[in-house]
């Protein structure tokens, strides 16, 4: 199993569950192996631009593990949505580093409102996307996707992979897990969290 280096972008006012959905997800499927006695298959890092605690949509605070001008290449860079993204979208320092950094990154992923960050960067540009359902419209006007598939946990088009609102950003983890280590690995993962939605994690559909 090789190792994935996942990079995951903060920024102030980022919604909370948009990464900590996902990271308990990557995280989890490292415990599920290493109880398994694999190897760990995820190296899992929280980015941001500069130094010190992120302040979060509903005020969780974090600290990065590093920042952008120290990381050039990911396999996995996931961006999560959030009030901040529309902020972001007129960081410039922020676009044209995800932009570079996709160029090489095996997978490019969001969740919620982080597709605007990957259209107004260009991974996402002239492809199909998924978003929070109440910004689908706002996104659609701007020109820069293909289109904006509604009623859609989470969408693919090529290496890009977009979740729709907030818990949609687990969904579309597990379904990453399983196309990265099988859809019983991610079944395991799906277990270990007690992560029952319906309907359930279905990889092979």
Same mark, same amino acid.
């Given at each position: /199993?090789?190792?994935?280096? @996942?990079? @995951?972008?903060? %920024?102030?006012?980022?919604?909370?569950?948009? %990464?900590? *959905? $996902?990271?308990? &997800? %990557?995280?989890?499927?490292?415990? /599920?192996?290493?109880?398994?006695?694999?190897? &760990?298959?995820?190296?899992?890092?929280?980015?941001?631009?500069?130094?010190?605690? !992120?302040?979060?949509?509903?005020?969780?605070?974090?600290?990065?593990?590093?920042?952008?001008?120290?990381?050039?290449?990911?396999?996995?860079?996931? !961006?999560?949505? *959030?009030?901040? #993204?529309?902020?972001?979208?007129?960081?410039? #320092?922020?676009?044209?580093? !995800?932009?570079?950094?996709?160029?090489?990154? =095996?997978?490019?992923?969001?969740?919620?409102?982080?597709?605007?960050?990957?259209?107004?960067?260009? $991974?996402?540009?002239?492809? +199909?996307?998924?978003?929070?359902?109440?910004?689908?419209?706002?996104?659609?006007?701007?020109?820069?996707?293909?289109?904006?598939?509604?009623?859609? +946990?989470?969408?693919?088009?090529?290496?890009?992979? #977009?979740?729709?609102? &907030?818990?949609?950003? @687990?969904? /579309?983890?597990?379904?990453?897990?399983?196309?990265?280590?099988?859809?019983? %690995?991610?079944? #395991?993962?799906? =277990?270990? /969290?007690?992560?029952?939605?319906? $309907?359930?994690?279905?990889?092979?559909?």
């Amino acid at each position: /199993m090789q190792q994935l280096n @996942i990079g @995951i972008l903060l %920024f102030d006012d980022a919604e909370e569950l948009d %990464f900590v *959905g $996902p990271w308990e &997800v %990557f995280t989890m499927a490292n415990e /599920m192996a290493s109880r398994a006695g694999r190897a &760990v298959p995820h190296a899992v890092r929280l980015l941001a631009e500069k130094p010190g605690a !992120i302040r979060c949509a509903k005020g969780m605070r974090v600290l990065p593990d590093a920042l952008l001008r120290e990381c050039t290449a990911l396999d996995v860079l996931l !961006i999560p949505g *959030g009030i901040g #993204t529309r902020r972001e979208s007129e960081n410039r #320092t922020t676009l044209d580093w !995800i932009a570079a950094v996709a160029k090489n990154a =095996r997978w490019v992923t969001s969740v919620c409102t982080g597709s605007l960050l990957l259209a107004a960067a260009g $991974p996402a540009r002239g492809k +199909r996307v998924a978003t929070h359902w109440a910004f689908a419209d706002t996104l659609e006007a701007r020109g820069e996707v293909k289109e904006v598939l509604r009623h859609y +946990r989470y969408v693919r088009d090529g290496n890009v992979v #977009t979740a729709a609102g &907030v818990s949609a950003g @687990i969904d /579309m983890a597990l379904w990453l897990v399983g196309e990265w280590h099988g859809a019983e %690995f991610a079944r #395991t993962v799906q =277990r270990g /969290m007690e992560y029952d939605p319906a $309907p359930p994690y279905q990889g092979l559909v």
